[in-house]
Every structure is written in C-alpha cells, then in structure tokens.
C-alpha cells in the first residue's frame, strides 16, 4: 500500500498540513484584535481560505484580526498560490537533491499542466514572476495610495502589499471592511490588480510559452492559444453580461458615470475568474449577473496557475466535443488540432465531479438553513471555484454549513483530478478489454 511518499497523496497532505499549521496560529490570543482566542472553527476557516487562495471569511479580516493574524494569512496565501510541493521542490534542489521521474512529476500534479523538463527552470521561473509581479503592483498601489488617499507611506506599503500578493494569488482577502469597493472610481487602484489577477490566472505553462516564442500565435502550443483565447472570451462575456445587466441597477452602476461603470463591469468580469475582489455589492447584483457569475467562476481561470474552477482548457475540450458531435465529427478539437481521448475523458471527469460536488453541497446547506437558494449555490461554486465572491451569507451558515464550505475549497484547491487519482493508487490496469455493446442515448 502506498504511502504519503507518493507524490498523488503528499499533495494533499501537505496542504492539510499547511492548514493545520495556520489554524494553530490564527487560534492564539495575538493573532485576534482583543487578545481572545478565536473559536477553532473561524480559525479552521479562514486558515483553509488562506492556503486554498480563497478568499471567503468569516469574520471581517482588518476588525478582528490583529497585525499578526493578517500577516498570518498573508504567508498563508502566499505559500497556497505557490504551491506546496513548489515550493518543496525548491527546498529538495536547495538542498542539492537529485529528483527521479516521479518526485519530478510531483512537482507537476498541482499544477496540472506544467511541460516536462528541468524542475529547477520552472521553480525559477515561477519564483521571478511571483517576486517581480507583486514587487511591481505593491509599488504601483503604494504609490497611489500615499498620493490620492493620504495615508502614510507605512500604511500604503502594507495595503499595497497584502492587496498585491492577494490579487497576484488570486486570493481576494483585502485589509479593508468592503474589499475593494472604496476605490471603484479609481482605474490606478483597480488596473494593477486586474492586471495581476489575469496574468497569474492564466497559469505559468503559458507565460512559459510567451516568454519563449514571443506573441508569435503559430508557435504557441495549443494548451496556450485555448487559455489565452479562452480568457479573452470569457472577459468579453463577463464584462458586456455585467455592464447590460447592471447598467441601471441602484445599487451598483447606475449611480456612477460612464467611465466607473466600464471600470467596474470590466473588474467584476475578471474577479469571478477566482480572485475574489469586490468593487461593487455582489449581494445587490440582479439574478442574470449572479447567473453569468455561475459561469465564470466554474470555468475558473488557466491550468497550472493560482485560478480555480474546472479550468479554462477544460471548458473549451467540452464545448469542442459538443460542437464535434452536432456537427457530426469524429474527432474534437480546435485550431487545427484534435484531441486525445485520454484529454476528453479527464475533461469530463472533473467537470462531471465538480458540478456533483456543488450540487450535493448545495443540496445539504439549503436542507440545514433558510437562506436563498441562488445565494447558497453562489457560495458553493464560488467555495469550490476557490474565488471568495459572496453574496454575505458566509458568517450567516450554520457551523455544519461552514465546514462543508471548507471541504469545497480544499477539494478545489486539490483539484478533483488529483482526489480522484489518491482514491484510484491501487487499480491496475486491465489486460483485456469486454466486448463492445452500445446503448441509446438521448
């Protein structure tokens, strides 16, 4: 029987690891505003939104928590959207260890999608573009913060700097009672954090890709042109769904100029690709945004990144199998490729495990509250999504709700390909094949 030495099960053991370490920390009397210890679920909670890159609280994160738990949660989310076995990779090669084929396909389960090669280029990588991402945003938002909002420079660089690890790990926790919506008429605040959350949403394969081949689109790989066209529709979709249908809601656009609401549709379409800020009220958005926000943030963002969902890439197989079927083709696929029946199965798999695992969490929050339906299925996919958009019912769920919520964001974090795998290590592949009998469908 194996152990946590398989790379399928460390993974998760890790990450669990991580959560319990965080929950110890966020459980002691420094880590709350008033020196009492806070309750080992509002602990649990938030150190899982943390490490999952979440987002979703509990508690009003800059009231209740002290410096000390704010800069828990700060590394918390920074060593989630890293990545465990990241960065234990990079301890392993720090240390001067060699990697066989399987630690070296390890470092690839997180994130999914990562090309085979040299671990120690990828980890470099990834260690660049984190540290110059948010080294640049933290500056961008000090800088704008000192100079519009009159803070000190002390307080502007740890705003600056938790909202930049934030939006680049895709998190959306924020040092502010209202996320975000205090700057929704500022395009200096709200443009770095956009620009953040895409980039690291669209996963580091592709920026891979970009640095090697430049923006020449004939030799990008496919899993790079699917992400990256892929992205560009969804934002298209999310932001004219958000702008028609909120144009003249009270309580969102309609009080702002032009300008703002083009802002603000533009930032509200890129925050359910699971990063979790708000500008404007989720609560207060009308049925067909919440609607166009269940899309958005089930698909997620790109693979082997800090997004959530069931993953841009996995989105487009599905819809190119469906297109392939009406069109009575027999392969599926896109720009002149097809795909492997191996790629279809997996994409369908974690679809058909996510939309169940929602629908069942769904399902048992509504049995054990009052609360809405719509507001409930909002939270759960936005749970699983790993986005941390609410519609403020979170701190209103009844404890049992609040731990299945923490279940949806480890299990989305894992990723349901990996759970699936864990669950699977003893199967054997068969040697023979049954004969073949079809059904009818539909």
């Known amino acids: 029987m194996l152990g946590l030495r398989n790379p399928i099960r460390l993974i998760p053991a890790l990450f669990l690891c991580a959560i319990a370490i965080g929950t110890a920390l966020l459980s002691l009397p420094i880590a709350t505003t008033n020196g009492v210890a806070a309750p080992i679920l509002t602990a649990l909670f938030t150190s899982t939104s943390a490490v999952a890159v979440t987002g979703l609280i509990v508690v009003d994160t800059p009231v209740y928590w002290s410096a000390f738990g704010q800069i828990t949660i700060l590394v918390l989310f920074q060593i989630g959207g890293f990545g465990i076995m990241t960065a234990a990779t990079l301890f392993g090669l720090m240390a001067g260890r060699g990697f066989g084929l399987r630690a070296r396909m390890a470092t690839q389960v997180e994130r999914s999608r990562l090309e085979s090669g040299d671990a120690a280029s990828v980890l470099k990588l990834v260690l660049t573009i984190t540290l110059m991402v948010e080294g640049l945003v933290a500056v961008a938002l000090a800088a704008r913060m000192v100079l519009a909002y009159d803070m000190t420079l002390g307080e502007a660089a740890w705003h600056g700097l938790f909202h930049s690890v934030s939006a680049f790990n895709n998190a959306g926790f924020s040092t502010h009672s209202d996320s975000v919506m205090g700057y929704q008429n500022d395009a200096l605040i709200l443009g770095p954090i956009m620009f953040a959350v895409i980039l690291t949403a669209l996963g580091f394969p592709v920026m891979q890709d970009v640095r090697a081949n430049g923006l020449r689109w004939r030799k990008w790989s496919l899993h790079t042109k699917v992400t990256i066209a892929g992205t560009a529709a969804l934002l298209v979709f999310g932001f004219i769904s958000i702008l028609v249908a909120e144009w003249n809601n009270p309580a969102t656009l309609a009080p702002m100029g032009v300008g703002s609401k083009i802002l603000n549709a533009a930032f509200h379409s890129v925050m359910p690709r699971t990063a979790g800020f708000n500008s404007l009220d989720v609560g207060s958005f009308h049925d067909e945004t919440l609607m166009a926000n269940y899309l958005l943030m089930f698909v997620?963002?790109?693979?082997?990144?800090?997004?959530?969902?069931?993953?841009?890439?996995?989105?487009?197989?599905?819809f190119a199998i469906i297109l392939s079927e009406v069109r009575g083709r027999r392969d599926a696929g896109v720009f002149n490729r097809r795909f492997g029946p191996a790629v279809e199965r997996q994409a369908l798999s974690?679809?058909?495990m996510a939309a169940a695992l929602i629908l069942a969490s769904t399902t048992y929050i509504a049995s054990v509250s009052e609360l809405a339906l719509e507001d409930i299925l909002f939270e759960t996919i936005s749970a699983f999504a790993t986005v941390g958009l609410s519609t403020g019912i979170t701190a209103d769920l009844p404890p049992s709700g609040q731990?299945?919520?923490?279940?949806?964001?480890?299990?989305?974090?894992?990723?349901?390909i990996t759970v699936a795998t864990a669950l699977a290590l003893e199967a054997r592949d068969r040697t023979y094949r049954y004969a073949e009998e079809n059904l009818i469908v539909g």
């Open 403 to 416: 731990l299945v919520i923490i279940v949806l964001m480890f299990v989305g974090r894992v990723g349901t």
């Open 350 to 352: 974690v679809a058909v």
């Open 300 to 318: 997620g963002g790109g693979s082997a990144g800090t997004a959530g969902g069931i993953k841009v890439t996995t989105f487009f197989v599905i």
